[in-house]
């Protein structure tokens, strides 16, 4: 399988400030990333879905200005979380596929995931 | 639209043991594809099986095995030879346009 680098694995942010978290694919080119929330022992909730060079789609509910997400290159998608709260801390999981290549067009590979704390 | 419903919360098994992790979903599609993840305490997704809807013959990977129902729309994992590695939270999952949809999730504990 693909690998997916996710940075940091870990952060603690103040209340206010902005956190970037990187998501790298490492051996294949990730033409499409995904970004997920997770809260303790719940599911995987969609954020938002990046393809590179274009503008992130975002699910329902999830606010574009506070969850910046760029997908500048091929192999690098970045979410900002701007202002952040207390209430942003959780689980944020990337994941990245390469829809053109057709064995791997149903399956995403997962970063390691960033534990947000917002203090 | 596709939905994912695990109705397990929490699941025990003893080492040696199987379990049977049930599953359904709703899809308007005619062709697709279900999965299941297996996520341990690290919290990394890992893909554990992968069962291509137009295919009759059920997935297996070594110990996991799923029991495809296609009329029923029914996707069940079974772990043979429970082993204390098993232990983690597992995911069934749908995909549609490209997007995973995922069930609230199974916890697995393996008891010595």
């Known amino acids: 399988g693909a690998v997916v680098s996710q940075h940091p694995s870990r952060v603690i942010c103040k209340s206010g400030t902005s956190v970037k978290i990187e998501c790298r694919s490492l051996?294949?080119?990730?033409?499409?990333m995904f970004w997920y929330r997770q809260f303790p022992k719940q599911s995987l909730m969609l954020m938002a879905t990046s393809n590179e060079g274009s503008k992130a789609t975002y699910e329902q509910g999830v606010e574009k200005d506070k969850f910046l997400i760029n997908h500048a290159s091929l192999t690098l998608s970045t979410l900002t979380v701007t202002s952040a709260h207390p209430e942003d801390s959780s689980f944020y999981i990337c994941s990245a596929r390469d829809i053109f290549r057709r064995e791997w067009n149903t399956e995403a590979f997962f970063g390691q995931g960033t534990r947000l704390t917002v203090v | 639209a596709q939905t994912v419903t695990q109705s397990q919360p929490e699941m025990s098994v003893q080492e040696a043991e199987t379990v049977t992790l049930s599953c359904t979903y709703d899809t308007s599609e005619n062709n697709y594809y279900l999965f299941w993840y297996k996520q341990p305490p690290s919290r990394q997704m890992i893909l554990v099986i992968r069962q291509e809807a137009y295919k009759q013959q059920n997935a297996t990977e070594n110990r996991f095995s799923v029991n495809f129902q296609k009329a029923a729309k029914s996707f069940s994992l079974k772990i043979s030879d429970s082993q204390l590695g098993d232990t983690a939270m597992y995911f069934c999952a749908s995909v549609s346009d490209y997007k995973l949809s995922f069930g609230a999730g199974t916890t697995v504990t393996v008891r010595a």
């Open positions: 051996d294949f080119q990730a033409t499409t």
